[in-house]
């Protein structure tokens, strides 16, 4: 297990990656992936502390990454943070359904994003 935090975003609008990792403290390593193509295997190699997922993804959405995570008893423990556009009830009880920790609206504030990532990584 690294020192640092491993904070691990899956979303295919390379912006939204880097803005993801700008606010970051500075002692979380960041792992970013446009896609879900290699999501397990990033999950396996690195253990990361935190993933975030975009709801809109190709191929795989967000929802099923969190599923497939999930079915995973060594993987249960990862909190997973939401980011997406959608606002409706519909979409964050699905969010609940895939057993996401919480979600967070695009566009988002850096503060609350940073905030909520240390929550999360502290187990809260």
Do not use: C
């Not at 935090?5 to 390379?14: M, N, Q, R």
């Not at 999950?43 to 497939?68: K, N, Q, T, W």
């Amino acid at each position: 297990m690294p020192d640092r935090s491993v904070v691990l975003a899956v979303d295919d609008d390379a912006s939204a990656r880097q803005s993801v990792a700008a606010v970051l403290p500075r002692e979380y390593q960041f792992i970013g992936l446009p896609d879900g193509r290699e999501f397990m295997e990033t999950v396996e190699a690195y253990e990361p502390d935190l993933i975030i997922l975009d709801l809109h993804l190709p191929g795989e959405d967000g929802v099923s990454l969190s599923r497939r995570l999930r079915s995973r008893v060594e993987f249960r423990h990862i909190p997973v943070l939401f980011l997406t556009g959608m606002k409706e009830e519909s979409t964050w009880r699905r969010l609940l359904e895939s057993q996401g920790n919480a979600y967070l609206t695009k566009p988002f504030e850096p503060r609350s994003l940073r905030e909520t990532i240390v929550r999360l990584v502290k187990g809260g």
